[in-house]
């Protein structure tokens, strides 16, 4: 499914993406500075990021022209987020093994549809630099309204907190911070 369509397909069915443009999305820009700062309130010193299942590849755009961060590389696997990498001029990886050494691999709504989690995991874990940060966003499911709300893409996991801890501690990862609302979700559990 994911190689056949999915990846092939994005556009067509992931509603949050600018279908017709070759940039991002105002809305998933406003996101991704949301999600920027409260990174930033952790971990400020940001000098290189894979933005990994950049989507529309806001926060790759976000992070290049807003915080002047210039080595921003793109990982996904769609063609149409190649195309937006290539329309602004950005780095564009489908493989993460190719991308480069950072300092923050970013991923906002994305780790939830890999096939192997741990496999893909470790491959991200590789990436990041000596005191460099990992950052996950995954769907918060609060209450069957949130559930009934979400695009209907296919979710080969749902995280929970003590999923992601547990991740860390497998990969000896340092987990700095959780926070269980997003920026548009206002639902705590």
């Not at 067509?12 to 820009?29: A, F, K, T, Y």
């Not at 991308?99 to 970013?106: E, G, I, Q, R, Y």
């Not at 940060?133 to 995280?159: G, Q, V």
Request: proline share 3%; hydrophobic share 40%; charged share 20%.
């Amino acid at each position: 499914y994911y190689k056949e369509f999915y990846w092939s397909n994005r556009g067509s069915h992931d509603v949050s993406q600018n279908v017709s443009s070759h940039v991002p999305s105002l809305h998933n820009i406003d996101l991704s500075r949301e999600r920027i700062e409260w990174i930033r309130s952790y971990f400020a010193e940001i000098s290189s990021v894979i933005d990994f299942g950049a989507g529309d590849c806001a926060a790759a755009y976000t992070f290049s022209t807003e915080y002047g961060i210039k080595n921003v590389s793109i990982f996904e696997k769609s063609v149409r987020s190649a195309e937006i990498a290539k329309t602004m001029g950005m780095n564009y990886y489908d493989q993460v093994d190719n991308a480069p050494m950072v300092d923050l691999v970013f991923s906002a709504h994305s780790i939830e549809h890999v096939s192997d989690l741990k496999s893909s995991f470790q491959l991200i874990v590789s990436k990041v630099k000596d005191g460099g940060c990992i950052f996950f966003e995954t769907p918060n499911i609060a209450d069957l309204e949130t559930f009934k709300a979400m695009p209907h893409t296919p979710h080969t996991y749902m995280l929970s907190i003590d999923s992601i801890k547990q991740l860390a501690s497998a990969f000896a990862c340092e987990l700095i911070a959780t926070d269980t609302t997003g920026p548009k979700w206002q639902r705590a559990y």
